[in-house]
């Protein structure tokens, strides 16, 4: 495995083990995941102010990179090139977490985070979540205003043919996953809504920009 887009030419990251990684829980966790900076690469996990986030595999922020080989600008668009290196590095527009091993995994599009009290929830981590619950089909998580925390998360969710779907059965699956410590307290949400079907895209992704207009407004 290994992590990359265009900007990166197209290699940032590989998953290749460390010397000493055990088989076991360790081996399944690095090979998963979006690896180890390749070679000439720095990446680190920022804030919003560019400040270097913990490598707890908890914290997330944005990616950014840099390496000799990677793009420096786009032609014909000064904007969205100063946009990309801003502080001087490559902002890749993914959220991600550094664990203690140094293996970088990737939770979120920076476009789809929720950004809640000052914290980040991956809305692709609750999902991933939430669509191993019994009576679940399918499920969207997005971020929703709030007066109090800024934004926080707002679960749709479609029940399995034949299934009924208890939204606060949904909440109290995640609630014991926060008690388990899998996700922070904070990313339990209020609001679970039971809709028909979610907006998909043309090659049939959630559509989560035509979710957010129906239902974050």
Same mark, same amino acid.
């Given at each position: 495995?290994?992590?990359?887009?265009?900007?990166?030419?197209?290699?940032?990251?590989?998953?290749?083990?460390?010397?000493?990684?055990?088989?076991?829980?360790?081996?399944?966790?690095?090979?998963?995941?979006?690896?180890?900076?390749?070679?000439?690469?720095?990446? +680190?996990?920022?804030?919003?102010?560019?400040?270097?986030? $913990?490598?707890?595999?908890?914290?997330?922020?944005?990616?950014?990179? +840099?390496?000799?080989?990677?793009?420096?600008?786009?032609?014909?668009?000064?904007?969205?090139?100063?946009?990309? !290196?801003? @502080?001087? !590095?490559?902002?890749?527009?993914?959220?991600?977490?550094?664990?203690?091993?140094?293996?970088?995994?990737?939770?979120?599009?920076?476009?789809?985070?929720?950004?809640?009290?000052?914290? !980040?929830?991956?809305?692709?981590?609750?999902?991933?979540?939430?669509?191993?619950?019994?009576?679940? @089909?399918?499920?969207?998580?997005?971020?929703?205003?709030?007066?109090? !925390?800024?934004?926080?998360?707002?679960?749709?969710?479609?029940?399995? $043919?034949? +299934?009924?779907?208890?939204?606060?059965?949904?909440?109290?699956?995640?609630?014991?996953?926060?008690?388990?410590?899998?996700? $922070?307290?904070?990313?339990?949400?209020? +609001?679970?809504?039971?809709?028909?079907?979610?907006?998909?895209?043309?090659?049939?992704?959630?559509?989560?920009?035509?979710?957010?207009?129906?239902?974050?407004?």
């Amino acid at each position: 495995a290994g992590y990359g887009m265009s900007e990166t030419c197209p290699v940032l990251s590989l998953a290749q083990l460390k010397p000493g990684i055990a088989l076991g829980e360790a081996e399944v966790r690095a090979r998963t995941s979006a690896g180890l900076p390749a070679v000439l690469a720095q990446i +680190r996990v920022v804030d919003e102010d560019m400040h270097d986030l $913990p490598h707890d595999g908890v914290h997330s922020g944005e990616v950014v990179a +840099r390496a000799p080989y990677l793009t420096q600008s786009y032609v014909g668009n000064a904007d969205a090139s100063a946009a990309l !290196w801003r @502080g001087g !590095w490559l902002h890749t527009g993914d959220i991600g977490v550094i664990g203690e091993d140094g293996y970088l995994r990737i939770t979120d599009r920076a476009k789809d985070v929720i950004k809640t009290g000052g914290e !980040w929830v991956s809305s692709l981590d609750l999902e991933d979540l939430i669509s191993r619950h019994p009576d679940v @089909g399918e499920v969207a998580v997005i971020g929703v205003p709030d007066a109090k !925390w800024g934004e926080r998360p707002l679960v749709l969710v479609v029940a399995k $043919p034949g +299934r009924a779907l208890d939204p606060e059965s949904v909440r109290q699956f995640l609630a014991e996953e926060a008690e388990r410590g899998v996700i $922070p307290r904070y990313a339990v949400p209020e +609001r679970i809504v039971v809709v028909e079907s979610l907006d998909k895209t043309s090659v049939g992704k959630l559509d989560k920009k035509r979710l957010r207009a129906r239902f974050a407004g």
